[in-house]
């Protein structure tokens, strides 16, 4: 079975703290995506990659940055934590020809930001 | 931004009952697809659409597509308690095919 895997389901953070949310998947998938998902605001792409070391903005990059080392890791950095960065964070990966094509998530990570 | 919006934003039905849910949007697309998300969850794919096609079938699901309109539905048959979640359109714009843009949902509760 295809899986999608984020390393925290819950995580509570101080404000100003750095915070690395990890997401890791099994399929071999060129594509991966960060986003957001908050009451009233639905999903927001944060960034994406397509490729090892390849990375793109999304809609809502400040305050974000990533990283993707390895073809199966895509990790989210929150640079230094701030309340409004409280959300569910959701990781989606999908094959390199569609990239807009079923995406595969992970069961997301609740962020609480104190 | 957003383009897709689902109507209604929350449908409760008994079991059983057929729970139909329209997805709306603003420009030209390669396709739609329509995702569940259980509460608290990641979301799963259901289906998907292409721009060309006008129905499609999956299981107790089907989901028609109007570009004339620019339209989707998303008709679950026979409910059940376990269809109880979120579902989101999202679609992928002609002339942008990284990014896909989801709608708000609509939350449906099946009730036994």
């Known amino acids: 079975d295809v899986k999608v895997t984020q390393s925290s389901r819950y995580l509570v953070k101080r404000t100003g703290e750095k915070v690395f949310l990890e997401c890791v998947q099994d399929m071999d998938h060129e594509n991966m995506f960060w986003y957001r998902q908050d009451p009233g605001l639905g999903l927001r792409l944060i960034y994406f990659s397509y490729d090892v070391k390849m990375k793109e903005k999304g809609d809502i990059p400040e305050g974000y940055s990533v990283s993707r080392e390895k073809k199966e890791r895509f990790s989210l950095i929150l640079e230094s934590a701030s309340t409004n960065q409280t959300s569910m964070y959701l990781c989606?990966?999908?094959?390199?020809?569609?990239?807009?094509?079923?995406?595969?998530f992970g069961s997301g990570t609740q962020l609480s930001v104190l | 931004s957003q383009q897709g919006e689902e109507d209604p934003q929350a449908l409760s039905i008994q079991e059983g009952e057929n729970a139909t849910m329209n997805c709306s949007y603003k420009?030209?697309?390669?396709?739609l697809q329509w995702y569940r998300q259980n509460s608290g969850r990641g979301l799963v794919h259901l289906i998907l659409?292409?721009?060309n096609e006008r129905e499609k079938h999956s299981g107790r699901l089907r989901v028609t597509l109007d570009t004339s309109k620019k339209s989707s539905s998303l008709l679950i048959t026979a409910s059940r308690a376990a269809d109880t979640a979120s579902y989101f359109c999202?679609?992928?714009?002609?002339?942008?095919?990284?990014?896909?843009?989801w709608g708000l949902g609509t939350s449906l509760a099946v009730n036994p």
């Open positions: 420009t030209s697309i390669n396709n």
């Open positions: 989606a990966s999908s094959f390199l020809g569609a990239v807009n094509e079923k995406l595969f």
């Open positions: 659409i292409r721009s």
């Open positions: 999202a679609t992928a714009n002609a002339g942008n095919n990284r990014k896909l843009i």
